[in-house]
């Protein structure tokens, strides 16, 4: 337990950096005109740096140990940061997210298989824990934009947030230094694939709709009127109440049918997507990104614990490892398609994620029905 409280903090402040590092570029963005277009392009190479360390990572693991690649991670952010006090443009940013992605994937890949691979039969509920500390950071972030908005003063602050993350690394480094460290290995196996390929089909669109959605919400809050500092303290105050529940969740998960645990998710969003197409109530908006939120990361949340019980111990690596690759592809494209979407019309964006959820739940009954249980268990 001490291990998962070490790591929680760790992914704490690394979530707390790169959120709030993503949100002021999507806000800033489009308050300098940039279209959607071209703010879901620069934003979603930050997953394209996390495909990219996901095939790296046995390379740089042989080499360097997991207190020496989140030290270095934390200096080339903070390099490749100050870039942008220099130039600001797409082709900055798309190095800058490209580089965050790499460097946050090459440690949390192993943290999570570690996880995975220790606590498997309480997977679901301490895998929550660990996402609900870089969904506190996420919030925080938030909370920062709804005090400050954006303005020169972000970027300064982004710096001091970068340089944060030092502290649970150094506080957690003979934990780290004492974990035993998986290799993530690629030995492709049709079987492997076959057994999971429905759970990997929902986490490409689960990828779609959350990078999609983080990186074009505020574009589309901004156009309906909202001001930076809304845009803030509505994903700040969905974020906590998703924070208070989620590890409920992971307990759920763990105790009861997962199947009807999606299906529940993905029937309230498709819902609340579509009574919140036709409001534009301030409270309204921040119960139905509430909804959203929860629904995004609970569906992860039963995906990856999937994963884990579908497979051998020994094989688990491999479906981390896929799993990350499958939602970072989604991840990647996802900001691009629906930017260039919904530069022909702002409203087009809610419509994209009901049927993004009714794709997931289609999907995923499918393969219930076909094989007598979730991709063929």
């Not at 790499?102 to 943290?111: Q, V």
């Not at 004492?178 to 057994?195: A, C, G, M, Q």
């Not at 990186?215 to 105050?237: C, H, M, Q």
């Not at 900001?335 to 739940?361: D, E, H, Q, R």
Request: net charge positive.
């Amino acid at each position: 337990m001490r291990n998962i409280i070490n790591y929680s903090t760790i992914i704490f402040s690394f979530a707390l950096a790169a959120s709030f590092l993503s949100s002021t570029l999507a806000i800033d963005l489009k308050l300098k005109n940039y279209n959607e277009s071209l703010i879901g392009f620069s934003l979603s190479f930050f997953a394209l740096g996390v495909i990219v360390s996901s095939f790296l990572h046995n390379i740089i693991r042989e080499k360097y140990s997991l207190f020496f690649t989140l030290i270095c991670s934390i200096l080339i952010q903070l390099l490749f940061f100050l870039l942008l006090f220099f130039q600001f443009s797409i082709f900055t940013i798309v190095i800058i997210t490209f580089v965050m992605g790499f460097t946050n994937h090459i440690n949390f890949l192993t943290i999570e298989t570690y996880i995975s691979s220790e606590f498997k039969n309480k997977s679901g509920f301490y895998i929550s824990l660990f996402w609900s500390s870089a969904g506190f950071g996420a919030i925080l972030g938030s909370l920062i934009i709804a005090f400050n908005g954006v303005n020169y003063l972000s970027y300064v602050i982004a710096i001091l947030l970068i340089v944060f993350q030092f502290l649970p690394v150094f506080v957690s480094k003979s934990s780290i230094l004492l974990t035993k460290v998986e290799k993530v290995e690629f030995s492709l196996s049709y079987n492997v694939i076959n057994n999971i390929k429905f759970i990997l089909i929902c986490v490409f669109f689960l990828g779609i709709s959350d990078a999609g959605w983080s990186s074009l919400f505020p574009s589309f809050l901004i156009e309906k009127g909202f001001a930076d500092k809304d845009v803030g303290r509505i994903n700040f105050t969905s974020g906590m109440l998703v924070l208070l529940i989620f590890p409920l969740i992971g307990k759920l998960i763990d105790k009861i049918s997962k199947v009807l645990i999606l299906n529940i998710f993905c029937l309230i969003s498709i819902a609340g997507l579509i009574i919140f197409f036709f409001t534009e109530n301030y409270f309204t908006i921040i119960f139905f990104t509430f909804i959203f939120y929860l629904s995004v990361g609970s569906l992860f949340l039963i995906n990856f614990n999937l994963i884990n019980t579908n497979l051998k111990s020994h094989l688990i690596v491999f479906g981390v490892a896929s799993y990350s690759i499958c939602e970072n592809i989604g991840s990647f494209i996802g900001p691009t398609i629906i930017g260039a979407l919904i530069s022909f019309n702002i409203n087009y964006f809610l419509i994209i994620f009901g049927v993004i959820f009714f794709l997931i739940f289609t999907i995923f009954n499918f393969s219930t029905k076909l094989n007598g249980g979730p991709s063929g268990t």
